[in-house]
């Protein structure tokens, strides 16, 4: 079964590699709405065109399988619900240098790339990324979505909702909840909970203050 690639961008050169490491194949090709790229190679994969026209790159390549290469929590979301629209399945992707229990639970779509760990009987939900070197410890709880950055640590017992972006070499320490769509700054140190749609950074991280109209 052929799988096709989302995005042409960074991501996807990681995710590329990834997917050649684990021997993940054949691999279709790429779609990507930027028209620049189309009939263009990466990493010796064809930008095959436009999303829009995937449905027809299925039938002609015979694709079951969609690898979302896009770090945008928001866009990831929007690419999957398409791939799925068209009855492409989300495999679970795993670099042979990461460190997954098997008590951990994985969501479709979701990746961990080289270097991570993910700790006894997590729960990690669908398309989320734990980026390199990152860890998620223990018995946490990952909502839909949640991209972990690089050498971020999510210590034990802690619960993160859906769309939360939590930055490179953030700390967070046990038993925290962090809410939906909120953003940890990169470094920041939280000790306390972080409320839904909340932008927190430094150490220890605070909350952003919110600036309106003036």
């Keep these: 079964m052929a799988v096709v690639v989302y995005g042409a961008g960074g991501q996807a050169r990681v995710l590329l590699e990834l997917m050649d490491r684990a021997g993940i194949c054949p691999i279709a090709g790429i779609v990507d709405d930027n028209v620049e790229l189309h009939g263009s190679k990466l990493e010796g994969i064809p930008v095959l065109g436009p999303v829009e026209r995937l449905t027809s790159y299925a039938r002609v390549y015979r694709i079951h399988r969609a690898v979302i290469a896009v770090g945008d929590n928001v866009l990831r979301r929007r690419f999957a619900e398409h791939a799925r629209s068209i009855g492409?399945?989300?495999?679970?992707?795993?670099?042979?240098?990461?460190?997954?229990?098997?008590?951990?639970?994985?969501?479709?779509?979701t990746v961990v790339l080289a270097g991570a760990v993910v700790g006894a009987h997590a729960k990690i939900g669908e398309l989320c990324i734990i980026n390199t070197r990152a860890a998620v410890d223990h018995d946490c709880e990952l909502g839909d979505c949640v991209h972990v950055g690089p050498g971020a640590i999510i210590t034990g017992n802690v619960t993160i909702g859906n769309g939360a972006m939590i930055g490179a070499g953030a700390t967070i320490i046990p038993g925290l909840i962090v809410g939906d769509d909120s953003i940890v700054g990169a470094g920041a140190t939280v000790i306390r909970d972080v409320h839904s749609n909340c932008t927190v950074v430094g150490c220890p991280a605070r909350p952003i203050p919110h600036k309106g109209p003036k």
């Design 88 to 109: 492409l399945r989300l495999p679970v992707l795993i670099h042979p240098n990461a460190v997954v229990s098997p008590t951990a639970h994985l969501g479709d779509g």
